[in-house]
């Protein structure tokens, strides 16, 4: 367990990448109670320098031996580092919160968002795991609905932007983009088809059900986050040509009435929710405009007339940082708070 100290020292693992510099970013930005930052990559990055609160940090090599003396890791550095290097922290009495997806079914660590269920990080063994982006942004909507009318099913359809494959997803977008407007031929390499101008059907690999594993995903962890099996949830995920923000397309059935007024009376004194929406004067959640927000927005909220108790609604937020640099922080921040 983390003990209460006046600062910490905290390390960022894959620092050199997108959500890694917004991990960087949002420790700066909410004044973390910092003593010292370390940040730690892969060779390739061994020398770089970033900076925290106007002072150069260099980027060092992350071996098994370099978490002695660290109170917190953020770690973003793909599911295998984490795998191998998550366990070595949390012996060295280092709390791990993990954004890559290597934990986040192991019964033995929880799945945290903050604004729906803290009381999970009391049975943290050293390691905690940050929820996938598009299912972090929906259970924050889902929560409050939840406590007020118990839902018995969602479906789900994302628009997710490219950001969140990563840099080099960005950097496809955007040459393809320029190459397309000057009648130049593409050559997708991230992806397995032209993302510019187009929508791709699929996010990570098919499995044998036809599912993708992140549709997979945002099942099994609603189900993990909320605390209820009974919820049922099935997905669509799609990869939009949008940079940075995701959005998503719910409908939510639930056991009692709710109607739309209800819900944007519940989501509007939600933690972590902001209702945008007014649908007669075109205000409604975009990705644009949520980039670096903290905030989900919900908006176009509806009864769904087609079922007895139903809602249709849209929402949006940043899937770099609730949807991982900042869900990682406020991990931690609730951590100290417990301490």
Aim: aromatic share 6%.
């Amino acid at each position: 367990m983390l003990k209460k100290k006046e600062k910490y020292v905290v390390a960022v693992v894959g620092a050199t990448g997108a959500v890694g510099h917004e991990m960087v970013a949002v420790l700066e930005e909410r004044n973390f109670p910092v003593e010292k930052l370390r940040l730690f990559a892969s060779e390739r990055s061994e020398g770089k320098i970033m900076n925290f609160h106007d002072k150069s940090v260099t980027v060092e090599i992350l071996t098994e031996n370099v978490f002695k003396g660290i109170d917190i890791a953020l770690f973003s550095a793909g599911a295998e580092r984490s795998l191998h290097y998550a366990p070595f922290a949390a012996k060295a009495g280092c709390v791990v919160v993990d954004n890559s997806s290597a934990w986040r079914m192991d019964p033995e660590v929880p799945l945290v968002v903050p604004e729906v269920n803290p009381h999970d990080l009391k049975w943290h063994k050293g390691i905690i795991a940050n929820p996938n982006c598009s299912t972090i942004q929906m259970v924050v909507v889902l929560k409050p609905i939840h406590d007020a009318a118990k839902i018995k099913r969602v479906v789900v359809t994302t628009f997710q932007s490219v950001s969140g494959t990563g840099k080099k997803a960005m950097d496809e977008l955007l040459n393809q983009t320029s190459d397309l407007l000057n009648f130049k031929e593409i050559s997708p390499l991230v992806y397995p088809h032209q993302i510019a101008f187009n929508c791709l059907p699929q996010i990570d690999k098919f499995m044998d059900d036809g599912y993708t594993k992140e549709e997979i995903k945002m099942v099994n962890e609603t189900k993990k986050i909320m605390g209820d099996n009974s919820i049922k949830v099935t997905a669509t995920t799609v990869r939009v040509p949008v940079f940075r923000g995701h959005s998503e397309a719910l409908n939510i059935e639930t056991e009692n009435k709710l109607s739309a007024n209800d819900v944007r009376d519940l989501l509007s004194k939600a933690p972590g929710v902001i209702v945008y929406d007014v649908p007669e004067k075109n205000v409604y959640p975009l990705p644009t405009l949520c980039v670096g927000k903290d905030e989900v927005y919900a908006g176009r909220i509806r009864e769904d007339n087609t079922i007895e108790n139903g809602i249709n609604m849209w929402i949006a937020a940043d899937n770099l940082r609730k949807g991982a640099a900042l869900n990682a922080v406020q991990i931690a921040e609730k951590l100290i708070e417990m301490a």
